[in-house]
């Protein structure tokens, strides 16, 4: 007698999706599908986040809410620390007799001509560092020295030979200024992938083509993040030689302030000098991004 074998029963079991054998049992009245929260969690990316909109002004806006708070409160003593509504004032009194925007033309003047002289050594010795043996073994060892003595410790020796006058200003924030321009930009150099250079070989570029296409984009990430510290140095450096002997500026105007025991025009003078550092960091980032929109990094 022949027996019949049903091919549908004796068929294996299909072996279910990892995805579902792994959920486990569904509640009961449900369907066996992942939930939201769990989908969400397996699409959360690494990394810090999606920008925050205004995020660069939540910090400072919780330093003057808390400066507020505690002058309002008494926490904060006004002969010590005057409150925000007396700085307010005081710069108001500051702008309607003229002194502060004179203070103040004075001061960026000072810094730009810094700027400009300080990125321009530091530029043009890190490429002849970074482009040459010999250039490197004359300039990278005296620059690595002055990295390790700050520009205000020479202070007394730029005075010796420059005087009290705007020539010693300048070249403080100069000195200030072409050490990390120099030592982002020669590091960018020395990182630039030598395949560009090799492919640069074999189109046999011309050397001024070359330091064009390859050499200056392959650096500007260096220059630019360099120029970062550049800009910060250099209000640093001005809020100490504007308060040498000096008759004009910013730091003239927080030195007087100071003899006569007036805090909120001390105040007024950190204030303005702490938001000309955030502002001008932040045109730089700006350009940084725009120069660099082709890089795709964790910020992104």
Do not use: C
């Not at 990316?45 to 330093?63: E, K, N, Q, T």
């Not at 300080?118 to 010999?134: C, D, F, K, N």
């Not at 003078?269 to 700006?286: E, K, N, P, Q, T």
């Amino acid at each position: 007698m022949t027996t019949q074998v049903n091919p549908e029963t004796t068929r294996p079991a299909a072996a279910a999706p990892p995805a579902v054998a792994d959920r486990g049992p569904a509640p009961a009245g449900q369907p066996s599908t992942q939930t939201g929260a769990a989908a969400r969690r397996r699409r959360r990316r690494l990394g810090p986040g999606r920008p925050i909109p205004f995020g660069g002004a939540v910090g400072p806006v919780l330093l003057l809410a808390a400066w507020s708070v505690g002058s309002a409160t008494g926490v904060l003593d006004e002969r010590t620390l005057s409150a925000p509504w007396t700085v307010v004032a005081t710069t108001g009194d500051l702008i309607a007799d003229g002194r502060l925007q004179e203070s103040l033309a004075i001061s960026t003047q000072r810094v730009g001509l810094g700027l400009f002289f300080g990125v321009l050594a530091g530029v043009l010795l890190a490429l002849i560092s970074g482009l040459s043996r010999w250039g490197e073994a004359i300039i990278d060892g005296p620059v690595q020295i002055k990295r390790a003595i700050p520009a205000l410790a020479l202070l007394p020796l730029l005075i010796l030979w420059f005087g009290i006058d705007e020539q010693m200003k300048v070249t403080t924030i100069a000195l200030g200024v072409f050490v990390p321009v120099y030592i982002h930009t020669h590091n960018g150099l020395r990182t630039i992938d030598s395949r560009y250079v090799e492919l640069a070989e074999v189109l046999r570029l011309s050397p001024a083509r070359f330091l064009r296409r390859v050499v200056l984009p392959g650096a500007l990430p260096g220059f630019l993040l360099g120029l970062r510290f550049a800009v910060v140095n250099a209000w640093l450096s001005l809020v100490v030689v504007e308060q040498i002997n000096s008759t004009s500026g910013i730091g003239y105007l927080m030195e007087l302030a100071r003899q006569y025991g007036q805090t909120d025009v001390i105040i007024v003078g950190l204030v303005l000098y702490g938001l000309l550092g955030l502002f001008s960091d932040g045109a730089v980032r700006i350009a940084q991004r725009r120069a660099l929109s082709w890089r795709r990094t964790l910020a992104d």
